[in-house]
């Protein structure tokens, strides 16, 4: 994608159709809870497609501080799109319908027991962006343009696993997976129309608990 990616209807119809030919990858559970989270595209001030990141509060008792995108367990009887919209609405303000899903990446099966299925979702505003303090410290609207840099991703290995690891430099950090995995999806599949899969990323160990 060329620098600074217009978010305008041309880059919502290239999404949505991106997504209704990706064949997804669904994880059975086996034990593991069922997880789903929102990856936003909306616009910031000038107009620059991006999607919404948040840094975890330092308060939260697992996985605090860390890069996330909005998102938490489904509930009893609860649909992966459903449960992303009300956990972005719970974790940032923003309240969006069932109109805004363009649809759903694959399912990413978690280290700490989870399954975490990624909807993909279109705001055409962000002003009522609110972070819940006892869940999110801040959130950042990233350009997608970052996602193509030729630094990301990231691969290393570790002695704890044959999987690579991997990582994506943004905002001057380095985010690892599920999110990591997540984003480099939305990547290639989203804006770029490739099925590339990304279940068989691994996690950094201490994200393992």
Not at 34 to 50: E, F, K, M, N, T
Not at 54 to 73: K, N, V
Not at 79 to 103: F, K, T
Request: aromatic share 6%.
């Amino acid at each position: 994608m060329p620098a600074g990616v217009r978010f305008d209807a041309a880059l919502r119809a290239r999404a949505a159709g991106h997504l209704a030919g990706f064949e997804r990858r669904a994880a059975a559970l086996e034990g593991r809870r069922a997880a789903a989270v929102a990856i936003v595209l909306l616009p910031d001030d000038a107009g620059r497609a991006c999607f919404l990141l948040t840094r975890r509060a330092e308060s939260l008792r697992t996985h605090a501080r860390q890069w996330a995108l909005p998102g938490g367990r489904l509930e009893a009887g609860e649909s992966p799109a459903a449960a992303a919209l009300r956990e972005l609405d719970e974790e940032v303000g923003l309240r969006l319908g069932a109109d805004a899903v363009l649809g759903v990446l694959d399912d990413y099966p978690t280290r700490s027991g989870f399954v975490i299925t990624p909807v993909v979702m279109w705001s055409t505003g962000r002003a009522a962006l609110v972070p819940n303090p006892d869940e999110v410290a801040r959130v950042y609207l990233v350009p997608v343009e970052h996602l193509d840099r030729p630094e990301v991703p990231i691969l290393i290995t570790i002695p704890e696993s044959e999987r690579p690891v991997i990582q994506v430099p943004i905002l001057e950090s380095r985010i690892h997976a599920p999110t990591a995995a997540v984003l480099y999806q939305l990547r290639e599949v989203v804006l770029h129309g490739r099925a590339t899969r990304v279940d068989h990323f691994e996690q950094p160990v201490w994200a393992w608990r």
